[in-house]
């Protein structure tokens, strides 16, 4: 296996001060490797924008990390400074969101956007940088960069905003991409043209790309490792083959299950509650989501990781550790 | 399965802009047959929307007609039009902005009997907390405001309301669409249910290819407000002829990762056409339109006969 670019490990994430803290991250360990996708698959609340937000130093001003450590290319995240920060974001690493209109500024170019981290991170004289936004723009699928670079971006659709954020996030070709839900609002058709895209720039660079969503139709596509997130912990990891083939997780399997297919006969949608730790041979062992999620006060006392097999790792909870907070 | 609740003759509704005049829908022509699930698919824009809204009267059609079990309510003024209402009631999006937050969920629930003067205050009462057990949410919710609600429980108090009125058609829009996906499937099965249970005619509009073959037994695909194909589900999704259709299918992830790196169809995004298509039958109730493109270019199967209708 390739290099570990990008290692979290053991990270707590914590907002509020006193008697309202809420940890919203809570122990979460995960890597992503050179010229790899990993993919942090939860639904919403689940802390996985806030673990992605944290690699970047993004979080929220009432947010920190409370512990943990957040390596990057050998280096520690958590302990850089705001001017250090800087020269990482949008050069080593860039960020895609999932909202394009609030990602640009609709006063200026598109053109002149993309290029705007080449100014900064590489001091790109001038007259190169209309060749390389040109040169951009035909990469990310643009048949006319010249007519495109002197739009605005409210003259553009949501797709072709989304690929202006890919075309800016590659600029600088940086070692790791997150994206965050980068087509969660866009059509399906859209969708595969602009997650195309971002794979292309992967292998092109041999880059790693780390990739938050809910959807397991867009992970079963993409991904190479897969972590799934519930209630601010990772509750199953492993490479992509075997969490599809060998899901143990009532919620994973939930997950899956309740994808409609397009080959089904009009079966049920499973949902997470028809799954338990029993059925794959895990006695006494239970995951009652209701009475784990956020706003309930009652915490099954999880288990630590469990290596299950060789690269698949399966959070447990135990009946017997029920512990009521507040 | 063979008589129709809703027809509809080339219907169109026009939006006049700055600009000009935007053809959200354009000469829709389209039978609903009683009890059946009618799936609409199309992404941002097709009009998907525009047409579910103009069935409801809420827009007025430009040209063409809507008939309601056999009454023309195409012109028919309000008035005279709101005993009908109570017949066909809509599921939206997000309920949160389309129920009151200031009303208890038993005066939102009662609200549609009290504006069709139906009912004693007992009875509306009684029909209320049968709706909300049949949706599957406790007694308590009755004195309960919206906002109390998680989305997924929102959604089942807009069904809730929507089948107050013992209804004979549903227009569901989009109505998952805003839920986390472990939620989604709860609210599709119940969906699915109440159904066959009520013996209900729907109208399902979603741009999620998957919900749609889950929830439908015919679908039609809308692109730049014209119909294009339409046909029963799997038939449509197993052979699908227009080159749009198979853009759209196969641009579906599928969650199989040792499927990955099948052969995909490339995304073809036809240019729109000036004058509504017309739909040809190729045989198995499959309907395409032809004056997009050539009807000679689909590859249709050997043993399918054309006939124009």
């Keep these: 296996m390739s290099s570990r670019l990008l290692e979290i490990n053991n990270l707590n994430i914590a907002f509020g001060s006193g008697k309202n803290v809420f940890n919203a991250v809570t122990d979460i360990s995960l890597s992503v490797s050179t010229g790899q996708t990993a993919a942090l698959i939860g639904e919403s609340g689940s802390g996985k924008s806030i673990t992605s937000l944290s690699v970047l130093k993004l979080l929220p001003a009432n947010g920190r990390a409370e512990s943990g450590s957040i390596r990057f290319d050998d280096k520690e995240i958590l302990q850089m400074t705001e001017k250090e920060m800087q020269k990482i974001r949008g050069n080593e ?18 053109g002149v956007q993309i290029t705007e981290g080449l100014k900064y991170h ?3 004289p001038k007259s190169e940088l209309i060749t390389v936004a040109l040169t951009l723009l035909e990469q990310v699928g643009f048949h006319n960069p010249a007519h495109i670079y002197e739009q605005y971006p409210s003259q553009l659709s949501g797709g ?35 997650l195309d895209l971002i794979a292309d720039y992967k292998i092109r660079e041999d880059a790693s790309v780390l990739m938050i969503t809910h959807d397991f139709g867009v992970v079963a596509e993409y991904a190479d490792w897969v972590y799934v997130m519930f209630g ?14 060998n899901p143990i997780h009532p919620y994973t399997k939930g997950l899956i299950g309740c994808i409609p297919s397009l080959e089904s006969d009009g079966e049920r949608l499973k949902s997470v509650y028809d799954y338990s730790f029993e059925e794959a041979g895990y006695k006494g062992r239970k995951f009652a989501p209701e009475t784990y999620s956020m706003e309930s006060k009652v915490y099954h006392a999880p288990s630590s990781l469990i290596e299950v097999e060789p690269g698949h790792y399966v959070r447990l909870f135990d009946e017997s550790e029920v512990t009521i907070v507040g | 399965m063979d008589k129709h609740l809703i027809s509809i003759q080339n219907l169109s509704k026009y939006f006049v802009t700055k600009t000009g005049t935007h053809k959200a829908i354009d000469g829709i022509t389209l039978d609903i047959f009683k009890g059946e699930t009618l799936g609409i698919v199309g992404e941002s824009g097709s009009g998907k929307t525009t047409l579910g809204r103009t069935i409801m009267r809420l827009y007025e059609p430009e040209h063409g007609n809507i008939t309601f079990d056999g009454l023309d309510i195409t012109h028919m003024p309000e008035k005279k ?4 209402r109570k017949e066909f009631q809509m599921i939206f999006q997000n309920p949160y902005e389309s129920l009151s937050p200031r009303l208890t969920i038993g005066e939102i629930l009662e609200e549609p009997l009290v504006i069709q003067k139906m009912l004693s205050k007992e009875e509306r009462t009684k029909k209320a907390y049968n709706l909300l057990e049949k949706v ?65 005619t729907c109208l399902f509009i979603s741009h999620d290819l998957g919900v749609v073959h889950y929830m439908s037994d015919r679908v039609a695909v809308m692109y730049l407000g014209h119909l294009i194909e339409l046909a029963p589900k799997d038939e449509l999704y197993r052979n699908p002829i227009h080159p749009y259709t198979k853009s759209l299918l196969s641009s579906i992830p599928i969650a199989d990762p040792e499927r990955r790196n099948a052969y995909r169809e490339p995304i073809i995004l ?6 509504p298509p017309q ?3 190729v045989g198995n109730e499959h309907y395409v339109s032809a004056n997009m493109i050539n009807i000679k270019e689909f590859e249709i199967e050997d043993n399918r006969n054309l006939i124009r209708n």
């Excluded at chain 1, 601010?232 to 083939?245: K, L």
């Excluded at chain 2, 807009?158 to 989604?184: H, N, T, W, Y």
Aim: proline letters at 6%.
């Design chain 2, 81 to 84: 039009l709101r005993p009908y």
């Design chain 1, 160 to 194: 072709m905003k989304q690929r202006i954020l890919i075309a800016m996030a590659i600029s600088c070709k940086p070692k790791l991409i997150i994206a965050d839900e980068p087509t969660t609002a866009l059509d399906v058709t859209i969708q595969r043209q602009v």
């Design chain 1, 122 to 124: 590489k001091q790109m």
């Design chain 2, 279 to 281: 739909l040809i039958h």
């Design chain 1, 93 to 110: 690493i860039s960020m895609i969101f999932q909202d394009a209109i609030a990602s640009l500024n609709p006063a200026m170019k598109v």
């Design chain 2, 136 to 200: 599957g949410l406790p007694k308590t919710s009755y004195l309960k405001k919206i906002h109390e609600f998680s989305g997924g429980q929102r959604q089942r108090i807009g069904i809730a309301r929507a089948l107050m009125l013992d209804p004979k058609f549903i227009i569901a829009d989009e109505p998952v669409s805003a839920l986390d996906v472990s939620v989604q499937a709860q609210v599709l099965n119940l969906l699915k249910d109440l159904q066959s249970e009520l013996d209900l």
């Design chain 2, 270 to 275: 036809p240019e729109k056409p000036l004058y």
């Design chain 1, 232 to 245: 601010g912990r990772i509750v199953e990891s492993g490479d992509v083959f075997t969490i599809f083939n």
